[in-house]
C-alpha cells in the first residue's frame, strides 16, 4: 500500500506538492527541489507529516 506524502518548502513553510511512498519503515525524511510559487524560485522541500 502506498502512502501519502506532503511536501513543504523549507523557506516559507508552505505546502505545495503531494507524493506517495512505497517503503512504511523509511525512518529520514525526504527532501527534494521543487519549485515554490510562493517564494518564485527553486527551494528544498521536507516532508511532513
Given at each position: 500500500?502506498?502512502?501519502k506524502i506532503t511536501l513543504a518548502c523549507a523557506e516559507c513553510?508552505?505546502?505545495n506538492y503531494t507524493t506517495t511512498s512505497s517503503s512504511e519503515?523509511?525512518?529520514e525524511?525526504?527532501?527534494l527541489k521543487k519549485f515554490c510559487?510562493?517564494?518564485n524560485a527553486h527551494t528544498?522541500?521536507?516532508e511532513t507529516k
Open positions: 500500500m502506498k502512502n513553510g508552505t505546502r519503515n523509511q525512518t525524511r525526504r527532501e510559487k510562493n517564494c528544498v522541500h521536507r
